[in-house]
């Protein structure tokens, strides 16, 4: 098992930047990701950084948003720029172990217009 644990979520004004992070339990050397849902709608995958760096992201957030990993710290990044209302939602790391899909408790990401 895996324990997933997200933080730096918050309120910011449309345009504004804020970076969440992904602690997590054990090695993250293989596929993470970043989803999110907005109230009402359906989860959805954000961005994803592969085991060997490359990475893929959602066409809403492409030029704005940025994943990234430290695997010394088992920890993985979501820097967000130029964020946008549509961008408010609950923020949610992901990771797939043998087959079983692990998630954090969210943070609550809010954009003010």
């Known amino acids: 098992q895996v324990q997933l644990v997200e933080s730096g979520g918050g309120l910011v004004q449309a345009g504004g930047s804020m970076r969440l992070s992904c602690a997590a339990s054990s090695s993250i050397l293989r596929f993470m990701a970043w989803y999110r849902q907005a109230p009402g709608k359906q989860r959805e995958l954000v961005a994803s950084?592969?085991?060997?760096?490359?990475?893929d992201y959602a066409d809403s957030v492409k030029g704005r948003f940025t994943i990234s990993r430290d695997n010394g710290k088992n920890t993985v990044y979501l820097q967000m720029n130029s964020l946008k209302p549509e961008d408010t939602a609950v923020y949610f790391c992901?990771?797939?172990?043998?087959?079983?899909?692990?998630w954090g408790q969210g943070t609550q990401v809010t954009v003010s217009s």
């Open positions: 992901n990771i797939v172990i043998a087959f079983t899909n692990y």
């Open positions: 950084v592969s085991r060997d760096g490359s990475t």
